[in-house]
């Protein structure tokens, strides 16, 4: 099961990559712009999902466009989840202890890829081919 220490490992091993801590939470940051943060749920969150909550580690990533919010909730909802709190925002809630390897890191360099400047997201995949 991956952890946020895998998290901080992708995650700051791309460019210009920061952690910074908020209340008591760490965000992952490119050029000072948000990619990925742990999320843990609000009591608004948790009355929404009802029985569908579960105490896991939860990482919130940003996304391209609602378009691609869209489309990875339906294609893997059980990893892949959103609350009232980001309706209309590019962002996905992700169960850390449902997904896999390869796929976290996927997810969190297309969430970096989103949020770094175009040369510097141009350069990461001329050189890595992501």
Known sequence: MPSFDDVRRIALALPATDEHVSRGHAHWRVKEKLFVWERPLGKKDIDWMGERMRDAPILGARVEHLIAKEALLADDPAVFFTTPHFDGYPAILVWLDRIDAPTLRETIIEAWLVRAPK????????????
Request: no cysteine; glycine share 8%.
């Open 119 to 130: 040369r510097m997201a141009d350069a990461y995949i001329a050189e890595h081919g992501e």
